[in-house]
């Protein structure tokens, strides 16, 4: 008796296998969306709906597993190093993406979308203030798709970046957590480049992160929004929470040690997960000018807290 597979159950097999790889500790992060990227664009995810999910829960959860491996009065630190420049750049990022976007006749709500995700924390910002600004479909899948584009180009060629910079893994995490959009790509891109990048790139981008709630406030009052819900990103608390636990409780070492492993391992598997989300129709509807206007945000951010780095660190 011969049975037959399907194009969509060969799809799954192909995807559970690439999976299975991303937990093996030699696939590295950028590897891991790469395998993700050309997964997507070859076969297209055979389980979209819980593609989405999983990446964006096991994303929090490999975050909250990284603060057991980090010193909470370290940490603060390294945080507020990267406070002193946050005010600055979210703000003028904001209004030159406003500015920009309106001068290439972007419109108001996606140039705002997309210069919420270059300013604090790429997708998870977008989604936060989307529903507030009341974007529709069309404008979030632009906004997301620009941003997820410029972030998977990120975790690439930062690290690569860094080194011909001749940074320290000191300023690399600061320049990381302030210049590459998603908490995922960042601490990708932090990982690949050492232990001390990992740790400050981490802290950073998710104190720089909690600007989702005064944002939050501002689109509200920007496009006139009362009593809509402010998506408060909780577990970045519980990330604290475990630095806290692992700063002043006395817990074995190869129990955080291995805590900390897994973590890694299933953000490795994340980025496979994110990857494998992108589709050809999420390209086609990113257009040319908000590419365009994306590209001049990052650009902006990138280099200006490159000179911040250099002159203070």
Same mark, same amino acid.
């Given at each position: 008796?011969?049975?037959? +597979?399907?194009?969509?159950?060969?799809?799954? #097999?192909?995807?559970?296998?690439?999976?299975?790889?991303?937990? #093996?500790?030699?696939?590295t992060?950028? $590897?891991?969306?790469?395998?993700?990227?050309?997964?997507?664009?070859?076969?297209?995810?055979?389980?979209?709906?819980?593609?989405?999910?999983?990446s964006?829960?096991?994303?929090?959860?490999?975050?909250?597993?990284?603060?057991?491996?980090m010193?909470?009065?370290?940490?603060?630190?390294?945080?507020?190093?990267?406070?002193?420049?946050?005010?600055?750049?979210?703000?003028?990022?904001?209004?030159?993406g406003?500015? +920009?976007?309106?001068?290439?006749?972007?419109?108001? +709500?996606? *140039?705002?979308?997309?210069?919420?995700?270059?300013?604090?924390?790429?997708?998870?910002?977008?989604?936060?203030?989307?529903?507030i600004?009341?974007?529709?479909? !069309?404008?979030?899948?632009? !906004? =997301?798709?620009?941003?997820?584009?410029?972030n998977?180009?990120a975790?690439?060629?930062?690290?690569? =970046?860094? /080194?011909?910079?001749?940074?320290?893994? /000191?300023?690399?995490?600061?320049?990381?957590? #302030?210049?590459?959009?998603?908490?995922?790509?960042?601490?990708?891109?932090?990982?690949?480049?050492?232990?001390?990048?990992?740790?400050?790139?981490?802290?950073?981008?998710?104190?720089?992160?909690?600007?989702? $709630?005064?944002?939050?406030?501002?689109t509200?009052?920007?496009?006139?929004?009362?009593?809509?819900?402010?998506v408060?990103?909780?577990?970045?608390?519980?990330? %604290?929470?475990?630095?806290?636990?692992?700063?002043?409780?006395?817990?074995?070492? *190869?129990?955080? /040690?291995?805590?900390?492993?897994?973590?890694?391992?299933?953000?490795?598997?994340?980025?496979?997960? %994110?990857?494998?989300? =992108?589709?050809?129709?999420?390209?086609?509807?990113?257009?040319?000018?908000?590419?365009?206007?994306?590209? %001049?945000?990052?650009?902006?951010?990138?280099? #200006? *807290?490159?000179?911040?780095?250099?002159?203070?660190?």
């Open positions: 008796m011969r049975y037959s +597979v399907s194009s969509k159950q060969l799809n799954g #097999i192909v995807y559970l296998i690439l999976a299975f790889l991303c937990l #093996i500790p030699f696939i992060a950028p $590897i891991a969306l790469f395998l993700g990227l050309v997964f997507a664009l070859t076969l297209g995810s055979p389980f979209p709906a819980f593609n989405k999910k999983a964006k829960y096991l994303l929090q959860i490999s975050v909250v597993g990284l603060g057991f491996g010193n909470l009065l370290d940490s603060v630190k390294a945080g507020s190093d990267g406070m002193l420049f946050t005010l600055f750049s979210v703000v003028s990022v904001m209004v030159i406003i500015m +920009v976007g309106k001068w290439l006749n972007i419109g108001k +709500v996606p *140039s705002y979308l997309i210069a919420s995700g270059t300013a604090i924390c790429g997708g998870s910002a977008i989604a936060a203030v989307g529903p600004a009341k974007a529709n479909e !069309s404008e979030m899948s632009v !906004s =997301l798709a620009t941003i997820f584009v410029l998977a180009v975790l690439f060629l930062f690290p690569v =970046l860094g /080194h011909w910079l001749n940074l320290t893994q /000191h300023q690399f995490g600061l320049w990381a957590a #302030i210049a590459i959009h998603d908490t995922s790509s960042v601490v990708g891109a932090g990982a690949t480049f050492g232990e001390e990048a990992l740790k400050v790139a981490t802290t950073v981008k998710l104190t720089r992160a909690l600007w989702i $709630i005064p944002l939050s406030f501002f509200s009052f920007y496009f006139k929004s009362k009593g809509d819900k402010i408060i990103p909780w577990f970045i608390l519980f990330f %604290i929470l475990a630095m806290v636990l692992n700063t002043y409780i006395n817990i074995p070492n *190869s129990i955080t /040690h291995e805590i900390v492993t897994v973590s890694r391992q299933s953000l490795t598997l994340t980025l496979f997960f %994110i990857g494998a989300g =992108l589709s050809r129709s999420t390209l086609k509807s990113v257009g040319v000018k908000p590419l365009i206007l994306g590209v %001049i945000l990052w650009f902006f951010i990138a280099v #200006i *807290s490159l000179v911040f780095i250099y002159f203070l660190y």
